[in-house]
T-cell receptor, first 114, second 113 residues
Framework: AQSVTQPDIHITVSEGASLELRCNYSYGATPYLFWYVQSPGQGLQLLLK??????LVQGIKGFEAEFKRSQSSFNLRKPSVHWSDAAEYFCAVGFTGGGNKLTFGTGTQLKVEL | DGGITQSPKYLFRKEGQNVTLSCEQN?????MYWYRQDPGQGLRLIYYSQIVNDFQKGDIAEGYSVSREKKESFPLTVTSAQKNPTAFYLCASSTPSTSREQFFGPGTRLTVL
């Protein structure tokens, strides 16, 4: 079965600093990859997705992610973090033949220091 | 505006009572999903439905039941058999496409006293 690992449970960065959130998956074929963001007590909002083509994908709110097949990774990046980016971030993976089911990582809680 | 609605936002029940959580979507999506979210555990799939009148168990279906009588609606019942029902419940929907993106509702916080 496929799995998703987000190794960092909590990350703290200063406002204006760069950010990288890590995501690794285990699955043999090319996966469908997603990053979602969740504010406290709210649903999940899609930041970006990858399913084919250019391995560097741009998303909303200035986020980007890069699919690296050799490392089974899909890390999320932002060059300059804003205080409003404080939230929980989830990586998710789907695969061909799995219907539209997704497997989610356990999340990374981002704190932004002013 | 198209979207997914979940009601109520907060729900309190006494132990031993069944409770039904509502999920409605007007996105014309075929597939719908229920997830449970607990701190530090991410989202775990309870049930999903890819078409009307059909649904499948997810990873943690024990103590839960669902129905899918209409395309727009996918209610989740938390039964008294669920040993630890207090959690945040999220409903999502998607359409068959190459992108597999799921759209989420705002969630229901269930507290069993």
């Amino acid at each position: 079965a496929q799995s998703v690992t987000q190794p960092d449970i909590h990350i703290t960065v200063s406002e204006g600093a760069s950010l990288e959130l890590r995501c690794n998956y285990s699955y043999g074929a090319t996966p469908y990859l997603f990053w979602y963001v969740q504010s406290p007590g709210q649903g999940l909002q899609l930041l970006l997705k990858y399913f084919s083509g250019d391995t560097l994908v741009q998303g909303i709110k200035g986020f980007e992610a890069e699919f690296k097949r050799s490392q089974s990774s899909f890390n999320l990046r932002k060059p300059s973090v804003h205080w409003s980016d404080a939230a929980e971030y989830f990586c998710a993976v789907g695969f061909t033949g799995g219907g539209n089911k997704l497997t989610f990582g356990t999340g990374t809680q981002l704190k932004v220091e002013l | 505006d198209g979207g997914i609605t979940q009601s109520p936002k907060y729900l309190f029940r006494k132990e031993g009572q069944n409770v039904t959580l509502s999920c409605e979507q007007n996105l014309n999506h075929d597939a719908m999903y229920w997830y449970r979210q607990d701190p530090g555990q991410g989202l775990r799939l309870i049930y999903y439905s890819q078409i009307v009148n059909d649904f499948q168990k997810g990873d943690i279906a024990e103590g839960y039941s669902v129905s899918r009588e209409k395309k727009e609606s996918f209610p989740l019942t938390v039964t008294s058999a669920q040993k630890n029902p207090t959690a945040f419940y999220l409903c999502a929907s998607s359409t068959p496409s190459t992108s597999r993106e799921q759209f989420f509702g705002p969630g229901t916080r269930l507290t069993v006293l």
